[in-house]
């Protein structure tokens, strides 16, 4: 599908709608509290279903407790308690579980845009714990299936001999994420799944104790460079969701040059909230994408049929992705 195509307005358009309507998608889904998932619809995903091809099956869900320490100050990792109440039962509960403290998915009450609030114009005063408004559970109900699209920048800039550097937390550019687009030949479709492979958790699991609270401190991680022109190539796309193995999706710190300086102080120019509480676009972060990137470099197959399920949890801000990879 090319820019633009479709019955929803381009991004150009969507600037052009007045008052705190510009530059969102409110109003435009036929659920407003699903928003750009809503792209896939069931023509999609019997289409997707010619994405399995031997029947393999990718988890893309790091433990719980993977991330000790991680990047977040103040996400910890879970503790684990088994229990029993007689000698042939055993049961479990987790205490101080951050249901964003791995591979996890952010809800759409996630964020809220500085400048006009909370996507669809929900009011602040029932983002609230007990609330259903904008929660995590829309998508448990309903869950978000369809065709993913790794894209392997990793495996792209190896091939260039010019490594990603995580060290520096590299921003990285629309015209990377295209260019491997490009390389690999694939061509994206309404409600794609876009999965960007940067190998930055295997990376930063990889280090030392000290090393890893080294780069918590130092605040700094790889990810998309902040910017209007990737805003807009993924709503015109009809991207469904974005998620890639990192952090945040989008680089820490924010570019000094992002156009989000301005309409989001309280996130220091990052793109959340442009993505979330205005064109109502779920974000993937800290997702398992290199065993699945490293099979489908050896058998030249980019896309997968993806299930996304998230925590059925009322009112939920995120959740654990619970996302499965189908070739």
């Known amino acids: 599908m090319r820019p633009g195509e479709g019955t929803y307005p381009t991004f150009a358009d969507l600037l052009k709608r007045e008052g ?16 750009t ?25 790091y433990p719980a407790d993977a991330f000790d320490p991680g ?3 103040k996400r910890g990792a879970p503790r684990h308690t088994i229990y029993s ?22 809800g759409l009450r996630h964020r809220r845009a500085d400048d ?25 109900d309903n869950p978000i299936v369809g065709r993913g699209v790794l894209v392997d920048l990793a495996g792209y800039r190896a091939g260039q001999g010019a490594p990603i550097d995580h060290a520096a937390g590299e921003p990285l550019e629309l015209e990377l994420i295209q260019a491997a687009l490009a390389a ?11 999965l960007l492979h940067t190998g930055w958790c295997e990376w930063f699991l990889g280090l030392a104790p000290e090393d890893k609270q080294r780069m918590r401190e130092s605040r700094r991680a ?36 992002s156009p989000y300086r301005d309409s989001a102080p309280n996130d220091h120019g990052m793109m959340h909230q442009q993505l979330l509480a205005k064109l109502g676009m779920p974000l993937g972060e800290l997702w398992r994408l290199g065993p699945l990137a490293r099979h489908m470099r050896g058998i030249n197959q980019w896309d997968a049929f993806i299930t996304i399920k998230p925590l059925n949890i009322t009112g939920g801000t995120g959740s654990p992705a619970n996302a499965t990879a189908l070739l």
């Open 37 to 61: 998932p809503s792209f896939i619809d069931s023509k999609a995903v019997m289409e997707a279903r010619s994405c399995i091809r031997t029947g393999m099956a990718f988890g893309l869900d």
């Open 20 to 35: 705190a309507f510009a530059g969102t998608s409110w109003g435009l889904f036929p659920d407003a509290t699903r928003g």
């Open 222 to 257: 790889t990810g998309v460079a902040q910017s209007g022109d990737f805003v807009a190539w993924a709503w015109d796309h009809r991207l469904a969701l974005l998620a890639a193995d990192n952090f945040a999706l989008e680089c820490l710190p924010a570019l000094a040059s």
């Open 184 to 194: 690999q030949s694939v061509t994206l479709r309404q409600g794609d799944i876009l």
């Open 116 to 140: 006009v609030g909370f996507y669809n114009g929900t009011s602040d005063h029932v983002v609230r714990e007990g609330t259903p408004d904008l929660g995590i559970q829309v998508w448990a």
């Open 85 to 106: 109440s007689h000698p042939a039962h055993r049961d479990d509960f987790l205490d101080g579980y951050y249901l964003q403290g791995s591979s996890q998915i952010d």
């Open 71 to 73: 990047m977040s100050l």
